[in-house]
């Protein structure tokens, strides 16, 4: 069954220092989100990306954040400058259509120290 | 703006037993879709039942069902026959069905815990 991978699994970062958190989503798939959970809180929004560009974002996705699809398979999460804030788990996802199921990673843990 | 609501933080289920976990929503929209995500402690979001607003039928998966009251707003889930696997964190979700984004807003989810 087909599946949305990510890398890294967990990764632990110094605050101020640049993250890439990368996904290869299902590949026949034409959207893609990221959504970010804080420990013990919600899953929330942070953006969704169509024919390589952003199709919406939420308040959380500031500046500091940026998304690519820099070769046709990978979606990569960026986070310029972290925060310890930004300590979360990550989830990619993707559908085919709006109004399918949405598939998604197992998500990247980030610590920020 | 959406929001989901998932008022029971905890609950528990003997195995076999049946259990139901309540959600509702706020939304002027009149065609969206609600779902029920499962999320083990392997952590990963999987999809458990869906329903598109505009179906009357509640939808069935097996073990799992719903019962959706559009007037009310409510979306509530049903686990019979629970088994050790059903463990997780279970979340309720909204989604509109507008251009390309189709985002999903979550509830805050509930711990279900099955017990022998």
């Known amino acids: ?113 | 703006a959406q929001t989901v609501t998932q008022s029971q933080p905890e609950m528990s289920v003997q195995e076999a037993e049946t259990v139901t976990l309540s959600c509702t929503y706020d939304t002027s929209e009149n065609n969206y879709y609600l779902f029920w995500y499962k999320q083990p402690p392997s952590r990963q979001m999987i999809l458990v039942i869906r329903q598109e607003a505009y179906k009357q039928q509640n939808a069935t998966e097996n073990r799992f069902s719903v019962n959706f009251q559009k007037a009310a707003k409510s979306f509530s889930l049903k686990i019979s026959d629970s088994q050790l696997g059903d463990t997780a964190m279970y979340f309720c979700a909204f989604m509109t069905y507008t251009g390309t984004a189709s985002k999903l807003t979550f509830g805050t989810g509930t711990r279900l815990q099955v017990t022998l």
């Open chain 1, 1 to 113: 069954e087909p599946e949305v991978t990510q890398t890294p699994s967990h990764q632990v970062t110094q605050m101020g220092q640049e993250v890439i958190l990368r996904c290869v989503p299902i590949s026949n798939h034409l959207y893609f989100y990221w959504y970010r959970q804080i420990l013990g809180q919600k899953v929330e929004f942070l953006v969704s990306f169509y024919n390589n560009e952003i199709s919406e974002k939420s308040e959380i996705f500031d500046d500091q954040f940026s998304v690519e699809r820099p070769d046709g398979s990978n979606f990569t999460l960026k986070i310029r400058s972290t925060k310890l804030e930004d300590s979360a788990m990550y989830f990619c996802a993707s559908r085919l259509f709006p109004g399918t199921e949405l598939f998604f990673g197992e998500g990247s843990r980030l610590t920020v120290l």
